[in-house]
């Protein structure tokens, strides 16, 4: 059941990405992540009213420090932004989930976030190997890939597994719901922040190219909020490198699918490079449980021995 809604959030995950990537065309990167927050926030605070919760009320006494994971979250949102237009949707969503790979396997070795200390074999490392491989032959059948929105796209990744790790401790002390709200309400005071230094750096926020008045690219930050909410439900029934391996099948084929029939950007060299990185990402999860079997025998041994 968790494999189909992690799978669920991944292929969400795609198409909010396309979504997005028509409003930044219009907008810009700083008032698209604004937009975006925005409309996820609205959306988490009306299902927040029909349930009749009140995420203050329900994060009192919480550490603060787990409250900002929508801080991080700003970043994997907007870092995406800079990527959309410049490389495919298929080409940012591997190059994120290669984030998340590299990430989830530092936070395993040096125990970050709570989570159980475990030491990097060869299996790892290999696995590791092979999903670069599997994303460099991706990246060259998606055309050019200049170094910005390449780093961009990987930084992006490491962003969303550290959030993923913060709104999920958020959500095991309050609610799934409360979690998500968080997750919106604190990346928001960010983007807010983001629109007065914009125009610092160059870049403006005065609605210059006019208005997109379809609605549906608007839907981006609704489409977040559901799969940040999918997401909490799963991390904790799944380990790390699974959860990986789900949502790269998701996003990335999903991606593909999408450059495919909306841009007409699918090859051979971008399938092959999907299933190659998959390979890899195999590799870490056997890895995985490997590490966890002698803990998992360990465990069951005093109940055998009475």
Known sequence: MYYAVAGSAAVIIAVMLAVNGELTAVYGGSLTTFIIHAVG??????AALIKRENPFKRAKGVPFVILLGGVINYFTTFFNTLAVGKISVTAILALSLLGQAV??????????????RRKLGILELCGLLVTGCG????????????????????????????????????????????????SYFTGIIVAVAALFIAPLLGESILF????????WPY?????????????????????????????FAGQVFGGAVIDAVFYGAFSAETLAGGALAFVGLV?????ARRHTAPEAELKREPEGSR
Do not use: Y
């Open 208 to 215: 210059d190219a006019g208005f997109d008045m379809r609605i």
């Open 41 to 46: 926030l609205l959306s988490c605070t009306l």
């Open 135 to 182: 994303i460099m032959l991706l990246l060259g059948g998606t055309g050019s890939a200049p170094l910005m929105p390449v780093a961009v796209s990987v930084l992006s990744g490491t962003c969303c597994v550290c959030t993923r790790q913060v709104t999920a401790q958020l959500s095991e002390r309050t609610s799934l719901l409360t979690g998500t709200w968080f």
């Open 219 to 247: 839907l981006g930050g609704a489409l977040g909020a559901l799969a940040v909410f999918l997401q909490n439900i799963c991390v904790k029934h799944m380990s790390s490198v699974a959860m990986t391996l789900v949502m």
């Open 283 to 287: 590799l870490n999860a056997l890895a």
């Open 103 to 116: 990430t989830s396997l530092v936070i395993d070795c040096f125990g970050l976030f709570g989570m159980p």
